[in-house]
């Protein structure tokens, strides 16, 4: 089909939603590391994670051989009711920069929870309701996964406890009140209703809190609660796979109008949207029958994949996670105040880690104005108010389709719009006082965050 025929906005219908969600980890040769036990450094085991987790998410977070995992009808409708999503072409866009690139992106914040996780949201609470538990504990950073898994949990009649870091807590009261409007109970962390919350009170008084440390508290929370489970918004295998719904619905519309797209962007945090937009074309890649360029976007803030080490660490703060395999900066690295808050993780899901480790996924750190520059230019023309997570991929898509005005080469850009950023006027606001800045890690501070990383055989950095 020639391109001229290309609409701006491609919509799938109802029943091309995919009836499963695609296990990349069937397909990779190196299959990432498993998790281990922080105390004797065995692989975990499914006994020892459920006292933690919900037992159908601990089948998915081991099973590196099913490529195909089947949808269950119960998410498939709740996911009708905002999916499939668009697939948009950027002619404005491409227009305003004069370049002869053709971009893409999929549009992922057409949701209340306003990003690509109320995916995962809804398939964790099902899985709880499923075992018969009674609620779920979690962690939630800027705001976005606490929304999602409060109106996931309220649509199954769950009870949720989020953990919501301090500062977001403070500098976002709009989400809280969503959050509380959903239903879930909401507290500051770090916070004196768990062990670990009091000994880091005890130890920082000041701290605004960490992702890491909220962490720490929804375990310690769930493991303390009959019937509570913890659940995870990122960085796990499982929440990789129930976001491969956006790459899916990706490659059915670009097949439909014979579409084959050049390089692939997504911004990276936990890693969880870029690994769903990225993963059914990286089958493709892996199982030869195709070739792709792949883009991983971080902030210069908290440069993980470009600056960190591929090591095992911990997930969280107070180190009562599995240690999990991965390009991390230390579980005690203190990202910056930076605005994009659902980037500030100090590691990465372990499937990514592996295949960046292999040369199959590149990486690129921004940083803050930049960002905000690109996102600027995207609203005013293509009429979205991205989040700032999602303008990181803005950000080197344009990059990208500047480098082929240079060229003249007509490439296809692909990149995964994450959600919006109505909630982060604050950052909008320093961005257009002149106020924001920019801050790059030095290498001392690099060196004192993998310090923290744990020593055992095999795990030299
Ligand atoms: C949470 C979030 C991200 C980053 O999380 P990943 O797991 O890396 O995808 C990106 N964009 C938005 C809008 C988010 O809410």
New binding site residues.
Partial sequence: MSNEKIPYKIYLSENELPASWYNVRADMKNKPAPLLNPVTHKPMTFEELQPVFCDELIKQELNDSDREIPIPQEIREFYKMYRPAPLVRAYCLEKKLQTPAKIYYKF??NNTS????LNSAIAQAYYAKQQGLKGVTTET??G??GTALSMACSYFGLDCQVYMVKVSYEQKPFRREVIRTYGAKITPSPSDTTEVGRKILAEFPETGGSLGCAISEAVEAAKKQPGYRYVL???LNQ?LLH?TVIGLETITAMDKYGIKPDIII???????????LIAPFMGRKLRGEADYRFIAVEPASCPSLTRGKFVYDFCDTGHVCPLSKMYTLGSEFMPSPNH?G??R?HGM?SVLSQLYDDKLMEARSVEQTEVFRAAQEFARVEGILP?P??SHAIKVAMDEALKCKETGEEKTILFGL???GYFDMYAYKAFNDGTMTDYIPTEEDINKGLAGVPRFPCNEI
Wanted: glycine residues 32%; contains cysteine; hydrophobic residues 25%.
């Fill in positions: 992922e914040g306003g990003s690509h996780k950073g800027a976005q996964w918004g990122s960085v929440v976001q997504g911004c990276a945090g936990g890693g969880s949207n870029l690994g769903g994009a659902g980037l993780y899901n989040a997570e999602s994450t959600g919006t």
